[in-house]
Nanobody
Framework: EVQLQASGGGLVQAGGSLRLSCAASGFSFDDYTIGWFRQAPGKEREGISCIRRSDGSTYYHDSVEGRFTVFSDSAKRTVYLQMNSLQLEDTAVYYC??????????????????????WGKGTQVTVSS
């Protein structure tokens, strides 16, 4: 059974940090591009970061570049999103997702409109002032 399990969300003050985890099972972890989307209230879901182990590529949307870091642990089959210097605008439900045959690049931002192979359930991140 394929599963993507996101965790690590919570309530944090502006300027603080959180680390999200996405545990994968049931598919070939190293052959997929796995990444993160977020959806703020009243807004479209957007791709903010991804990683592709097969070529080592990563991507960050401008809104998170320099503050967020994506990395993975193949032994644990887990992709992480380290979020530092959190801002009020980062408040959203965060989802991890996986797709095969797709590069990890700036196209990830709109990837939600082209389909993903697997989605995890979201985890809420709330940044307070």
């Amino acid at each position: 059974e394929v599963q993507l399990q996101a965790s690590g969300g919570g309530l944090v003050q502006a300027g603080g940090s959180l680390r999200l985890s996405c545990a994968a099972s049931g598919f070939s972890f190293d052959d997929y591009t796995i990444g993160w989307f977020r959806q703020a209230p009243g807004k479209e879901r957007e791709g903010i970061s991804c990683i592709r182990r097969s070529d080592g590529s990563t991507y960050y949307h401008d809104s998170v570049e320099g503050r967020f870091t994506v990395f993975s642990d193949s032994a644990k089959r887990t992709v992480y999103l380290q979020m530092n210097s959190l801002q009020l605008e980062d408040t959203a439900v965060y989802y991890c997702a996986a797709v095969s045959g797709v590069r990890c690049n700036r196209g990830w931002y709109l990837r939600v409109y082209y389909g993903m192979d697997y989605w995890g359930k979201g985890t809420q991140v709330t940044v307070s002032s």
